[in-house]
């Protein structure tokens, strides 16, 4: 890896602004925005039934800012991040135009089902896209780089149809095309933001005693047995 990809890399504190910044735009938005535009003219108001509208509004131009600076900083498109940046823009946008929560609802099954797809994908054509997504911050030999991304492509897979079942087991209930309110919905939104990001910081621990074992450090460079991805 060269010294400039290295100084590209966005810092700890940086990533967790692009990561977890416009997931606090949505949660602020949804939970609190009625109260804090409560006193503004009512047409900037955030009327019942209308928080994930709102809250989605707010998310899509921060996540877009995220992705951009995040694009200038290192110089390079994260292969993850860009499918989230598609899927965001496109069922947000959906919602808002049509008034129809269910694109909305969907997106963490489609986006966590073309992440399991990706990766595969990647797999079966010759090319490793999780090792391309660490982009040298991380060094594992070739065969540990397959089980890994292996594993996640299963992971993914298992979350986009445990997300499916979930949310519209939540919403069994509801009239999703309307502005109603929706007791599920808020417990969909908090399992979205709370519960699955927890699943994948865990699931990303447990994989420490793998990556202990197989990371390559520079006394110990990793022997080319099995040519490039």
Not at 14 to 19: E, F, R
Not at 193 to 216: E, S
């Amino acid at each position: 890896m060269s010294d400039t990809s290295a100084s590209n890399r966005l810092s700890g504190s940086a990533k967790a602004a692009v990561d977890y910044g416009p997931l606090l735009v949505f949660f602020v938005l949804y939970f609190l925005g009625r109260k804090l535009t409560g006193s503004l003219p009512e047409p900037f108001q955030i009327d019942e039934g209308e928080e994930l509208y709102a809250a989605i509004a707010g998310f899509m131009p921060s996540f877009a800012l995220a992705f951009v600076y995040s694009v200038w900083r290192e110089r390079r498109v994260a292969p993850m991040l860009l499918i989230s940046f598609v899927v965001v823009g496109i069922l947000g946008t959906l919602t808002l135009v049509f008034k129809d929560k269910t694109f909305f609802y969907m997106k963490p099954t489609i986006a966590y089902g073309l992440f399991a797809v990706t990766l595969s994908g990647g797999l079966m054509s010759g090319r490793n896209l999780l090792k391309a997504a660490f982009d040298g911050a991380l060094t594992l030999p070739d065969k540990a780089w397959v089980t890994l991304t292996r594993r996640y492509a299963v992971f993914f897979a298992v979350l986009a149809v445990s997300h499916e079942v979930i949310w519209r087991w939540l919403m069994r209930d509801c009239d999703i095309t309307t502005a109603t309110t929706c007791a599920g919905e808020a417990i969909w939104v908090q399992l979205k933001l709370f519960g699955f990001t927890g699943i994948n910081i865990l699931f990303a621990a447990l994989q420490g005693p793998f990556l202990a074992k197989h990371i390559v450090t520079e006394k110990d460079p990793e022997p080319d047995l099995h040519g490039t991805n």
